[in-house]
């Protein structure tokens, strides 16, 4: 399980219409993100999945205790 990264847009347009609803149109140039262990971009940009929650409710002491049989380093926020 990942927690969300941080990408970094650096070309958008803001507009409004008409009824006064407001747009942001990303465009321009591939994002870059930022780098942060354990997080969705970039456990993606080192070949694996993510699991990324929307808001993030996790018990990350319950998780290790629970998956510490693999023997492996967990990142958490």
């Known amino acids: 399980m990942t927690f969300p990264g ?10 409004q219409d008409e009824n006064d609803k407001k747009f942001v149109i ?12 354990g997080s969705d971009l970039d456990c993606v940009q ?5 699991v990324t929650p929307i808001s993030d409710i996790c018990n990350y002491q319950d998780i290790i205790m629970k998956f510490s049989y ?3 380093d967990f990142y958490h926020a």
């Not at 941080?6 to 507009?15: A, H, N």
């Not at 080192?46 to 993510?50: E, T, V």
Request: neutral net charge.
């Open 6 to 15: 941080r990408r970094v847009y650096k070309d958008y347009l803001q507009y």
């Open 26 to 37: 990303l465009d321009g140039e591939n994002p870059t993100y930022i780098s942060t262990p």
């Open 46 to 50: 080192d070949g694996f999945i993510s």
């Open 70 to 72: 693999l023997n492996r």
